[in-house]
Nanobody
């Protein structure tokens, strides 16, 4: 079993920054790809950013403001969020896709951006 624990959410004013972290623990797994998703009230969960090996991709709404990175030695993924907007308010979830063990989700962390 692989467990993902997220941290770093909170309340920030528009224009501010937050850094989310998601650490994977367990045994016998190797992470192939990481993703950050978000879900706002009344909306579907959407992909915000993903990283596979050294390649990254972002939702158009966050390009130039968010940066995803990973530390393979720590089995951790980060999401640096700058120039936050009220429309970024959502619960953010990390997802880990592993070799031969399937995919896993974190518990979610709330990000609230005030105007």
């Amino acid at each position: 079993q692989v467990q993902l624990v997220e941290s770093g959410g909170g309340l920030v004013q528009a224009g501010g920054s937050l850094r989310l972290s998601c650490a994977a623990s367990g045994s016998g797994f190797l992470i192939k790809a990481w993703g950050w998703y978000r879900q706002a009230p009344g909306k579907k969960r959407e992909l915000v950013a993903a990283i596979i090996s050294g390649s990254t991709n972002y939702a158009d709404s966050v390009k130039g403001r968010f940066t995803i990175s990973r530390d393979n030695a720590k089995n951790t993924v980060y999401l640096q969020m700058n120039s936050l907007k009220p429309e970024d308010t959502a619960v953010y979830y990390c997802n880990a896709d592993t070799y031969r063990r399937g995919g896993y989700w974190g518990q979610g962390t709330q990000v609230t951006v005030s105007s």
